[in-house]
């Protein structure tokens, strides 16, 4: 229902990419907002200079931001190519690509 509104576009099962991947990602969004599974690095800002093969919250971060990039970016270039088909239908991504340049938006803070 989201995407229908979202992006205009029905995911018709739960076993489909989109809902896969989307699912993937939350899985691990999941997994990196659970407590303890990165260190307070607001209270100790030198853990920051950790590398990241000693840093296990520093990969599975660099994860979750690949899979977002690949869920979030996937259904608007999809969106783009059904819009340049002539195939847009009024959904709320409409308005945001329409708008974007005026309101400042960049390709990340679009997608």
């Not at 307070?40 to 590398?51: E, R, T």
């Amino acid at each position: 229902m989201i995407s229908s509104i979202l992006y205009g576009k029905r995911v018709a099962t739960y076993d489909s990419p989109e809902s896969s991947a989307l699912f993937e990602m939350i899985d691990l969004w999941i997994r990196i907002l659970t407590p303890g599974s990165v260190p307070p690095l607001d209270f100790f800002p030198i853990l920051k200079y950790i590398p990241g093969r000693f840093a296990q919250w520093k990969r599975l971060s660099q994860l979750v931001r690949t899979s977002q990039r690949a869920v979030y970016f996937g259904m608007l270039d999809d969106f783009k190519k059904r819009l340049g088909e002539g195939r847009g239908n009024n959904s709320f991504m409409e308005g945001v690509l329409e708008n974007a340049k005026s309101w400042g938006l960049t390709p990340e803070l679009t997608a």
